[in-house]
């Protein structure tokens, strides 16, 4: 670390959803392996082992699920829950019922900022239902989400998103959100904005982004992710964040995946038993790695107070 960094902090911020299949879609009939199989036997006990703090981002349809819920209410570790919307399967404008076998490539960002409140109402409404308190951090769907967006957010009492993926520009039928131009560290952002920082006002969210790495050669970036990067490249993301922010106080890698991830042909990631132990060896590897190097593992909302010290 410089001298002028006093603390990393790693965030692992995982979309939480029922089983898809290669395509994307989701399973035909509607499964949870991902969650009454891969969150408490596969996951969290791999970050229990190394002291791991994640955020699972929960979508409507594991909040619906009954099983899903008892699993994750039965969850023993350190952790989080948050939410992850995909707007097509909540009120109002509910474009499914029966999940399985269908897509979700709405952004939540392309209703009207009214109807996109009330589907976050609604889902942070089920979430409490479903655990009893409040959620404090949010991903979009697709990262479908803009600066309407976080002020819905901050109206619902959420302190931390982490839609915002940087050097990246995403399409869907009904919006377009371009995050090129995106600051790689979490920041509060100014008034009605997405991506461009601001000074901190009392009770304005935080955002979080994904931590990403612009190639020069390639016109892809690379993901701070587990199957997107190799451990070693994982340690050169870590280490051009550390190089890129030095004149920051506090830094922040913010690890994402999802939790299909690590259940064979659930996602078009790992297809095979080996596959999946491929990426949680490397998972683990990366993290323990980072560890070794002095960061300080937390979940996403934990972000907020660490960023508004320093603001």
């Not at 879609?25 to 596969?42: D, W, Y």
């Not at 979080?208 to 690379?222: D, E, G, S, Y």
């Not at 890129?244 to 890698?253: F, K, S």
């Amino acid at each position: 670390m410089s001298s002028k960094t006093q603390q990393v902090y790693l965030t692992i911020s995982i979309d939480t959803e029922c089983d898809h299949d290669a395509n994307w879609v989701r399973s035909k009939p509607l499964t949870f392996h991902s969650i009454t199989e891969g969150v408490p036997n596969r996951l969290q006990k791999a970050f229990d082992s190394i002291g791991a703090v994640p955020t699972y981002l929960l979508t409507v349809e594991v909040l619906e699920d009954a099983q899903s819920v008892e699993a994750l209410s039965n969850l023993q570790g350190n952790f989080e829950l948050g939410t992850h919307l995909h707007p097509a399967f909540i009120e109002p404008h509910k474009k499914f019922h029966d999940y399985a076998g269908v897509d979700s490539p709405d952004f939540q960002c392309g209703y009207a900022e009214d109807i996109e409140y009330q589907k976050l109402a609604n889902l942070s409404t089920l979430f409490e239902d479903c655990f009893g308190y409040r959620p404090t951090s949010f991903r979009a769907g697709r990262y479908g989400a803009n600066a309407t967006s976080l002020n819905n957010l901050q109206k619902l009492g959420y302190k931390v998103d982490s839609s915002v993926t940087p050097h990246m520009r995403w399409t869907s039928p009904n919006a377009v959100v371009d995050f090129r131009q995106a600051p790689g560290q979490p920041y509060f952002p100014a008034e009605n904005e997405i991506v461009r920082p601001g000074e901190f006002v009392q009770g304005r969210i935080l955002e979080a982004p994904v931590t990403i790495m612009p190639r020069k050669l390639r016109r892809t970036p690379i993901w701070f992710r587990p199957w997107f990067a190799s451990v070693e490249q994982m340690k050169q993301i870590f280490r051009y964040h550390l190089n890129t922010h030095a004149d920051q106080e506090v830094i922040n890698i913010n690890m994402m995946f999802h939790s299909m991830e690590v259940i064979e042909e659930a996602s078009p990631y790992p297809q095979t038993a080996a596959e999946v132990q491929r990426f949680l060896d490397d998972m683990l590897t990366g993290l323990d790695w980072c560890k070794s190097e002095g960061v300080e593992f937390c979940g996403l909302s934990e972000l907020y107070d660490k960023f508004r010290q320093v603001a």
